[in-house]
């Protein structure tokens, strides 16, 4: 439980330009730690530098390469499309069906992959944390950015979309910058939380592919949170993506129905409180990653 | 910060605990388990988590005070499990202790592995900007030594290669290349990082060495006491996670090798004839305690014995042995001299001259017989160990011999050529150049 104060960290940024043992480090157990943010800022290069690690692994040795982020989504929202769309007859309010499908998948696909991702991202770096010193919230918020890029090629292929259906996005669609930052901070609430428990309990390698699969199916990403009966509506805000791909669908598509307040002030609130406590968590827990990783 | 500026390092009453995991004790049987889970799935995962995970506390590090001056090299020994490789996470931040407090002042950067984060599906090129990342570089300082860090490594022309497909020698090349070029004020290795060919292995040493010339401060962990005497002023010696000498190089070295030699020797007793052999000490010709000698160097084995009855007419014999079996032996069965009788304390030395063999790992070995006793007293075994250093490029030695033709002996004799075309060639092991700068005694 060791800590760090005090410290001139200018040296850290502009290196030796300036006269040496400027530097002070403290490390003392048990105090609170406030070297640890300026860490951050100083590391923040390889931030950047494991975004784009991730980015340039992870389509090496592949054949259509970052044409695999198009395709993915394109097949889930025919999958998703026919059975919801078509099979089961799910209400459209006069949209077309993939259009809803994929403002739903957008935001979905973007938290299931960040949370996956960030919560292995840890234990997949375990020899960069057991042989070098930075702050491990670099890892963890960088994997949740490199699934935000992918979120962001997926964007692309809505445009085209819409293109194709000669779709022209109301005016809400301003509100959208804040609905994709509530997205980032479900995903990195979550992912905080799972990297951080994933360390001790590998058991959450097992239970974040079910969180995937059947969040799916519980999130309304098929169909409209519309098609839930009024009086289950409440409940079945408290899970946040709901709100999030509400929000998504309502901003980028608008549609008859106003937005659900309700279900975006849950989402609001269980976003911040999943950030704070997932910072709270990973913090509390980090200085024995080490070991026990 | 004025007062403390003096010190890059200091260590106040360091400790680190550990709770290492126990086996379950007894399992009742999977029936049992599914009964109870079922039953109360709370408290079931609670006991069985506990369970899984009973621990027991231990102390790899305790109470360690240290004060490093800007500038001193100072080496860290000590035995497997001493402690060393904690202090040294503790150092660099990697783990915190749970005691105590540490001071830093300077740009720090440790080295316990390199090419830690190399993916091997990324470049070489790619691998030296991640890699000067994760060691805390800027672009902007990573672009700016990007060439000399390529031309230290000597695999230009394999930059643009996936990692996954370097040979390991290419590999750790280029890995300590980018840590090479950490510019710390502080810098803690460990010297298991030195790894690779011997020129490399040397390279390695020498850049250490040029730190500590450039007057930077250097915390050096080796499993090798003669790197430390070469290369450090101060020595730290760890003992069952706690300080145990402090002080200047030379001297702890050589309190460490005798204290290695005397555990070595601990089982070496025989109660029926009074006779317990305490250590036994390798010395080199200058008569400095010594596990790492050159081709041709003279081996100095020193025995110290404790006779409590008389011994008369014992017979001692010494042997070298390499991995693929005996190189030579001074045996008194054989040559027929003997000291007359033991009694009390004291030490028999045998030198072996100019002795040329082969850089590898060897072992000594004791027994002692007597004239008059029918079975051994001290039965033949390994009783201390040393390694033959050195690259063979410097004797003359070229091609494939490293590989192959170094395991199919340990001893090469000096020996002459006299080719068909009538020239001759003499070759012997002895050591004409020096090693390494800095590392060459």
Known sequence: MAQIIGQSTRQFFIGSLEKPHM????????????????????????????????????????????????????????????????????????LPYPLLVFCGMLPWQFFSTAITESGNSLVSNANMISKVYFPRLVITVSSVMTSFVDFLISAIFLVALMMWYRFIPPIQVLCLPFLVMLAVGASLGVGLWIAALMVEYRDFRFIVPFIVQFGLYLSPVGFQSSVV??????????????GIIDGFRWSLLGGRAPIYRQGLVISVIEVASLIVSGIWYFRRTERTFADVI | MSETTEFAISIENVGKRYSIGRQRSSDDGMRHAIESALRAPRSWLRARHQQNTKKVDFWALRNVSAQIKHGEIVGIIGRNGAGKS??????????????????????????????????????GRENVFLNGAILGMSRAEIVRKFDEIVEFSEIEEFLDTPVKRYSSGMYVRLAFSVAAHLDPEILIVDEVLAVGDSSFQKKCLAKIASYAQAGRTVLFVSHNPDAVRTLCQRGIWLKNGHLYRDGKADEIIEDYFND?????CQSLSNTEHGLSIQKVLLRNERGQECSRFFPGDDLVVEVHYDAQKRIENPIFALGVAGKNGPCFTSNMLLDGHRPRFLEGTGTLTCTFKSVPLLPQDYSVKLGVKAENVIDTIVAYQEVAYFTVAGDLAEYGYKGAFETHARHSTAVVVPYEWRLPDGSTVAVSLNRQAPVLSGWER
Do not use: C
């Open chain 2, 260 to 264: 290695i030699a005397i555990e070595k």
């Open chain 1, 229 to 242: 009966p009024p009086r289950f509506r409440l409940l079945y805000s408290l899970n946040p993506m709901v």
């Open chain 2, 86 to 123: 904690t202090l040294l996470k503790v150092l660099s931040r990697i783990t915190v202790p749970t005691e105590g407090r540490m001071r830093i002042n300077g740009r720090i950067a440790s080295l316990l592995e390199v090419g830690t984060g190399f993916h091997p599906e990324l470049t």
């Open chain 1, 23 to 94: 530097t002070e480090v403290l490390v003392e157990a048990d105090r609170i730690e406030r070297q640890y943010w300026r860490d951050l800022w100083r590391f923040r290069e390889l931030f950047f530098f494991l975004v784009w690690r991730d980015l340039l692994v992870r389509y090496k040795q592949t054949v259509v390469g970052v044409s695999w982020s198009l395709i993915r989504p394109f097949l889930t929202m025919v999958v998703l499309t026919v059975v919801f769309g078509k099979l089961g007859k799910m209400p459209a309010d006069g």
